[in-house]
């Protein structure tokens, strides 16, 4: 069997992108909003923090080259971190989950 296909490839635009982050605690809300969230905004971002009740919603549209701003992504995620900060970031993450025992009694 010969199957062949074509393909058309286009080049967009270039462009800046804005983004907004919401912090809130209505997580019970999140199964409603997500749909709406995703239609609304072209690279939008939902992140949920279950034990925290936080959910943040991330506001993220496109917007002309000509719009102020630097257009740098300025993310700590993507930027070189020395060992010692990435190290302490994964123990405040690893002891935020822990339960607290400060009102157990003492043994």
């Avoid at 919401?22 to 999140?30: G, N, P, R, S």
């Avoid at 905004?41 to 009740?53: G, L, M, N, Q, V």
């Amino acid at each position: 069997m010969n199957v062949e296909g074509q393909v058309k490839l286009s080049i967009e635009h270039r462009f800046k992108r804005s983004i907004t982050y919401e912090f809130t605690e209505k997580d019970d809300l999140i199964e409603d909003l997500y749909v709406d969230h995703a239609k609304k905004y072209e690279f939008a971002d939902i992140t949920w923090y279950p034990s925290k009740h936080t959910v943040v919603y991330r506001y993220d549209s496109r917007v002309p080259l000509n719009a102020s701003g630097d257009g740098v992504n300025d993310f700590i995620g993507f930027q070189p971190n020395s060992i010692l900060i990435s190290e302490s970031v994964r123990v405040a993450g690893i002891s935020s989950l822990l339960p607290n025992t400060s009102n157990l009694p003492k043994m």
